[in-house]
């Protein structure tokens, strides 16, 4: 009897095991292999829009790692509102999710489970993460940059940057234009400053053939005539800014946006005469911009406390004058 109930509680146990699987065996089966050999399984969890992450990209994602038992994350970026650019190849340095990374789109929510060799190992990486771990990674790609292009395209000579087709160069700057709106709205003006400019050079140092390719060119450098002036505005320089915004001009001299810049780049400078002076050229393009009209009101009341001040100093050199007389 006492065998027959050993072998009535083994069943008992496998039972218990096969409807009541561990977490990580429950997800096993809800998951695609990546590689085909086990080692990477994945679950898409909300899909995303677009091409996959190309290899040498430079990804922004969320991501929280766990172990199985586990509720709390051993790593997460869930609480930064503000996630680093990571660069593939250098910054992410998990096998695993640097080739799960590259099965994903923009916007897609993804879980990953990570055997040991594409994980921390079968040495682990103690106290945090025991020997032989598989681990479960929760990944949203919020965006990522071609950057792998860009660095093909600026490790080329000048010589063989022009024999590519413009084509390819405005692929080229339009990756940098959209790392730096990235690093702009995360407030890292410097940064963003450093890709404008990068992508204006590359535009500059341009040859071009026909009338058509300068043309295009010169389209091709308002927006970071424009983008530059309003990060040198952020960073406090003022007149960086003024010269970005008469670039701007030179290129496109009706431009509201670049008006609207140099007016506020003139306020910056208290030269409240010539901000009027953009901003009613611009509001005569824009009558109804609310922007452009507060910025022209208040460039008003400074240009008129500046004349009273100006004003009554004058008065009282003139009073002294006269006393002295």
């Not at 909300?46 to 038992?69: C, K, M, R, T, W």
């Not at 940057?161 to 410097?190: A, H, I, K, M, P």
């Not at 009209?293 to 050199?317: F, G, I, P, T, W």
Request: glycine content about 8%; hydrophobic content about 35%.
């Amino acid at each position: 009897m006492g065998g027959n109930g050993l072998i009535t509680s083994i069943r008992r146990m496998i039972h218990t095991e096969e409807n009541n699987p561990r977490p990580f065996e429950h997800l096993r089966r809800q998951m695609d292999d990546v590689l085909g050999d086990g080692g990477i399984l994945k679950q898409v969890v909300q899909p995303g829009d677009g091409p996959p992450i190309p290899q040498n990209a430079s990804v922004l994602i969320h991501y929280s790692g766990f172990l199985e038992f586990s509720d709390q994350p051993f790593v997460t970026t869930t609480n930064i509102k503000y996630p680093r650019i990571m660069k593939l190849g250098r910054d992410v340095t998990l096998a695993g999710l640097e080739l799960g990374l590259l099965t994903m789109q923009k916007g897609e929510f993804s879980r990953f489970l990570f055997n040991p060799q594409y994980a921390y190992g079968e040495m682990g990486c103690p106290p945090m993460i025991p020997a032989g771990a598989v681990v479960l990674y929760e990944v949203h790609v919020l965006d990522f940059f071609d950057s792998g292009q860009v660095d093909n395209f600026i490790a080329m000579s000048q010589e063989e940057q022009n024999t590519v087709q413009l084509s390819t160069l405005f692929e080229v700057v339009n990756t940098l234009r959209s790392f730096g709106n990235r690093c702009f709205n995360q407030s890292r003006y410097d940064s963003a400053k450093e890709r404008y400019k990068q992508a204006m050079m590359l535009l500059r140092n341009r040859e071009t053939q026909t009338d058509g390719e300068r043309e295009s060119i010169k389209t091709a450098l308002l927006p970071f005539y424009l983008n530059l002036s309003l990060t040198e505005l952020r960073l406090d320089s003022p007149q960086k800014a003024l010269k970005y915004g008469n670039k701007a001009l030179e290129t496109d001299s009706g431009n509201t946006k670049a008006l609207f810049r140099c007016g506020q780049a003139y306020l910056g400078l208290h030269e409240y005469e010539s901000a009027q002076s953009c901003l009613i050229t611009a509001q005569a393009k824009r009558p109804f911009d609310s922007d452009i009209n507060n910025l022209l009101r208040k460039a008003a009341l400074l240009y008129k406390d500046s004349l009273d001040k100006q004003k009554d100093l004058y008065s009282k050199m003139f009073r002294g004058w006269k006393g002295a007389q």
